[in-house]
């Protein structure tokens, strides 16, 4: 009998405390390679702590986080982007008074000569090349960051996660202060992205987002799992549900 492959994560009972307070309790979840996971729930559900635990930001108190069916430890953020994962948070975590370029290398800066001296050139014609892949729109990746729309800065974001993010790409809350046509642009993005591979795990509080992109539906309810649906075969009502507690 063939072996079954390995899902690209994995995650396993995972279990977050602060102090005494559990943040996530038992979660169990895959994600795979060209798929779009939905994390969904109400504020405070724990969605933003499984974020940051496979960002490597917070270690998990228990349970563990598997690639590829390999056990998982990140020392810190650099350590999960090294494992090609990276993050698109709601704040976008952009240098407003550096170039786009610098912003698409941040941390991971391409050097020249003996005196490594950082290759401004080589970065920003690498990023005008990304962001014309893309479709962003902008008149020069040596533009100021603070210079661009709320579209156009959530499009390098995704940009620099596309560039780095091999395997996983987190996107929590993509497009929460962007208008219609902006977050429609930035839905295309996420979709090529799944297109081309990666895995995505959305955390989302529109659900008609959800329903547009997602595969699977995966409901927090006070850091506890509710239940996994796959996207065609559920309803927005069933959704609130059990966000909810409610029937």
Known sequence: M????????????LRKEFQAIVAVDELTLDVDSGEIVALVGDNGAGKSTVVKCLAGVH?????????????????????????????????????????????????????????????????????GRLLDELGVHIDSPRQQIRSLSGGQRQGVAIARAMRWAQRLVLMDEPTAALGIAETER???????????????????????QVFRLADRICVLRRGRQVGIRSTGETTGDEIVSMITGLR
């Open 59 to 127: 270690s998990p108190t228990s349970g563990r986080i598997l690639l590829d069916g390999e056990p998982a430890h990140f020392s810190g953020p650099l350590d999960a982007r090294g494992n090609g994962i990276d993050v698109v948070l709601q704040d976008l975590a952009l240098a407003d008074m550096q170039p786009v370029y610098m912003n698409v290398f941040l941390g991971r800066e391409l050097v020249t000569g003996t005196l490594r001296r950082l290759d401004r050139r080589a970065m920003a014609a690498e990023t």
């Open 2 to 13: 063939a072996a079954v492959a390995s899902p690209l994560v994995r995650i396993e009972q």
């Open 186 to 208: 930035v839905e295309e993005l996420i979709r090529r992205m799944r297109d081309q591979g990666r895995a995505i795990l959305l955390v989302s509080h529109s659900l008609d």
